[in-house]
């Protein structure tokens, strides 16, 4: 049976510095692409997919982000204040996972953008989550059919989706898309403190409990202020 995730992790508390100068005097999720800010784009796709809550860390301008979600009812937005000390990406989703239950949940990033395809990626990614075989299943876009990326990928993936995280010289033909649902159960041996999400991934990876799901659509990676621009070129296109 797919488990259909009712909550959501978002991470909003980087610094943004690549983004710079658009993130001097305001936070990376609050940069606005095609009319509106990333992290909207987020919890629109978020409320469309039935999630009712949404647990957003913040740490860089902090206000402006609480004060900028605070109407918000869908989906309905919890606050996990990190203004005090910087927690990663993993650190940030120890300490919310009171607020996230012991249920399967989605995690995104709050500067990620795509444009579905023919069905709601997020609902795909229900979907094809089963609990039974993986730990973490994440949104993979194609490199190749990307915009604004330029890396060499993150992992490439076999038939059945599992993952294989690229080695040091490879180039493979995926990239993580900044969506994913994950079991909370993985946190349970977690250190405090700092760390990274990808900590997550590769014991995950490890234990042959890491998958991916092919992103139907096109994924834009928006690290940098050229890349803004990028972005709302492919988007005006995909709504004229």
Do not use: C
Not at 47 to 54: C, N, P, Q, R, W
Not at 148 to 162: E, H, I, K, N, Q
Request: glycine share 8%; hydrophobic share 45%; no cysteine.
């Amino acid at each position: 049976m797919p488990v259909k995730p009712s909550k959501a992790m978002v991470l909003a508390a980087g610094l943004g510095q690549r983004m710079r100068p658009l993130t001097d005097r305001m936070p990376k999720p609050l940069v606005e692409v095609a009319g509106q800010p990333l992290l909207d784009h987020v919890l629109d796709k978020l409320a469309v997919a039935g999630v009712a809550e949404a647990v957003i860390n913040v740490h860089y301008l902090p206000d402006q982000i609480i004060d900028h979600v605070a109407p918000r009812t869908r989906p309905r937005v919890i606050i996990s204040d990190e203004r005090d000390r910087v927690l990663g990406t993993g650190g940030g989703v120890v300490k919310a996972l009171p607020l996230l239950g012991d249920r399967p949940f989605f995690l995104l990033n709050a500067d990620t953008m795509w444009i579905d395809g023919v069905r709601s990626n997020l609902a795909r990614l229900a979907e094809a989550f089963d609990p039974a075989r993986m730990d973490i299943l994440l949104l993979m876009a194609p490199t190749a059919s990307s915009i604004g990326y330029t890396g060499r990928g993150d992992y490439s993936m076999l038939p059945d989706g599992a993952l294989r995280k690229r080695r040091e010289h490879q180039v493979v033909p995926f990239v993580y898309a900044g969506a994913a649902i994950m079991s909370p159960s993985i946190f349970a041996g977690a250190p405090n403190g700092e760390f990274s999400l990808t900590k997550m991934f590769d014991a995950a990876n490890e234990q042959e409990r890491l998958f991916g799901l092919r992103l139907d659509g096109v994924w834009m990676h928006v690290g940098t202020p050229d890349a803004v621009q990028a972005a709302e070129e492919a988007f005006s296109e995909s709504v004229a």
